[in-house]
């Protein structure tokens, strides 16, 4: 079974840095994109980024190009999402999702992050 | 930076009635689109790529039709378990930009 499993809820203050992970199973890691998707509550889906992790080639939406990081470690089929400085804005849930030959599919289970003073 | 809409924001309508989503996009994206169903707090699942074919697992009675700029999503046959929010997705020249989704309920 093709499956992406993400890390646990997080809370953090302003200013700190996170780092959240994506574990990917069941299929060839190397072959297939990897994406993140944020849904602020109660809004809609939001489409971050892109990595590729057999050439960890990454793409960015403009609206996030410089506030995240996408990385990937082959060796252990792990995808990653990090914020050197964390707002109250980024407060929202954060999916991974694989990219196949057209949308997204599956979705890890989410990763809530909360950023409060 | 093309952008993705859709109509109508929310519907409600009857168990059985046949309910059509639009999705537009600002530039013709040939069938490079999908669509997903987001029920109450759950995650999304895909439902249809390449504007017309149906994920596996997704009942028959969701199809998707058009291309270039302009699709649609329809329930031949709407259900009670069918309550939730459907967005579009382009998914062309590697970037993946969702519309603002539709948010459907039972009457």
């Known amino acids: 079974e093709v499956q992406l499993v993400q890390s646990g809820a997080e809370v953090k203050k302003p200013g700190e840095s996170l780092k959240i992970s994506c574990k990917g199973s069941?299929?060839?890691?190397?072959?297939?994109?990897i994406g993140w998707v944020r849904q602020m509550p109660g809004k809609g889906l939001e489409w971050m980024g892109i990595?590729?992790?057999?050439?960890?080639?990454?793409r960015y939406s403009p609206s996030f190009q410089g506030q995240v990081t996408i990385s990937a470690d082959k060796s252990i089929t792990t995808a990653y999402l990090q914020w050197s400085s964390l707002k109250a804005s980024d407060t929202a849930m954060y999916f991974c999702?694989?990219?196949?030959?057209?949308?997204?599919?599956?979705w890890g289970q989410g990763t809530l992050v909360t950023v409060s003073s | 930076d093309i952008q993705m809409t859709q109509s109508p924001s929310s519907l409600s309508a009857s168990v059985g009635d046949r309910v059509s989503i639009t999705c537009r996009a600002s530039?013709?994206?040939?069938?490079?689109l999908a669509w997903y169903q987001q029920k109450p707090g759950k995650v999304p699942k895909l439902l249809i790529y390449?504007?017309?074919t149906l994920q596996s697992g997704v009942p028959s009675r969701f199809s998707g039709s058009g291309s270039g700029t302009d699709f649609t999503l329809t329930i031949s046959s709407l259900q009670p378990e069918d309550v939730a929010t459907y967005y579009c997705?382009?998914?062309?020249?590697?970037?993946?930009?969702f519309g603002p989704g539709t948010k459907v309920d039972i009457k």
């Open positions: 999702v694989r990219q196949g030959g057209g949308g997204f599919d599956p």
């Open positions: 069941g299929y060839s890691f190397t072959t297939n994109w």
């Open positions: 990595i590729y992790p057999a050439d960890s080639d990454t």
């Open positions: 530039q013709g994206i040939s069938t490079y």
């Open positions: 390449a504007a017309s």
């Open positions: 997705q382009r998914y062309n020249s590697a970037t993946f930009t």
